[in-house]
């Protein structure tokens, strides 16, 4: 059986990695700090801050309150809704779709080192899986990097939102900023492209055939006569038939050479 753990430790690190970046990814869904908007009515929106989800916007407010809040309304987005902006309706698809995708190149990779440490020594099903945890963990991060840079830039254009008015929210803010939600994901989005990449780089080892040593000269007299080829063990009992000159034609001297 081939001893192989020593040839993954990079792809076990890969997969912890992997594994906290999927994490942080599924965090990133359920934040609603994706957009800040800072706006100058303060009617509703008590604190002058809303947040920008890709499920719902929240804000705190004194005059209105969600069922279930002490000081926080929230309206829900879906996708059908016809004022839901492109970038946020794009969102909702590839990051459910980026989160399920992960999840399976992690579940790849976890049979792929199952296979090592339970020494598995055929190759196609080990490479197949690495290659399989590592394109997916590269999909994955794919699907979430879109959203997430396409919602950048909206922040940093400054793009508004048409809301409708049981929102309560204004269709321009002041300024907006990129929140919490952003940034959460394009870390755990390149967690999971290094993860990636690490397992697709794994690299079988290749089995290193039987040396082979080369035949060793037949030991000879002064007078050409031959002696026959001695084994190791046999140096110390024909010490006294051989002079010093003959002990270096010893068989036994020239396979110590090749040690």
Known sequence: ????????????????????????????????????????DLTF????????????VCFYSHTLVTSGFRVMYCQSMALSDTFTPPEIATAQVLTLLGLVVGFCGNAAAVYALRNIYFGLEK????????AMAGTLCLLSAVCFLIPLLWNLNSV??????????????????????????IGVGI????????????????????????RVEPPCPEARHFDGSSVGTLSPGSVGHGRDGLNNSQARDNPAFCSDEHL
Not at 45 to 56: F, K, L, M, P, Q
Not at 194 to 207: A, D, L, M, T
């Open 45 to 56: 929106i008590t604190s002058g801050v809303a947040w920008i989800g890709i499920w719902r």
């Open 187 to 210: 870390i755990g989005s390149f967690m999971m492209i290094v993860s990636g990449v690490i397992f697709i780089f794994y690299r079988f080892p290749v089995k290193v055939g039987p």
């Open 156 to 181: 940093v254009t400054n793009q508004t939102i048409a809301f409708p008015s049981n929102f309560h929210m204004p269709p321009t803010p002041v300024t907006q900023n990129a929140g919490a939600g």
């Open 123 to 130: 190759q196609t099903p080990i490479r197949c899986a690495f």
């Open 1 to 40: 059986m081939a001893y192989l753990v020593h040839t993954a430790h990079p792809q076990f690190v890969s997969l912890w990695l992997s594994t906290v970046g999927w994490v942080l990814t599924a965090v990133t869904l359920g934040l609603i700090q994706w957009r800040v908007w800072l706006v100058a």
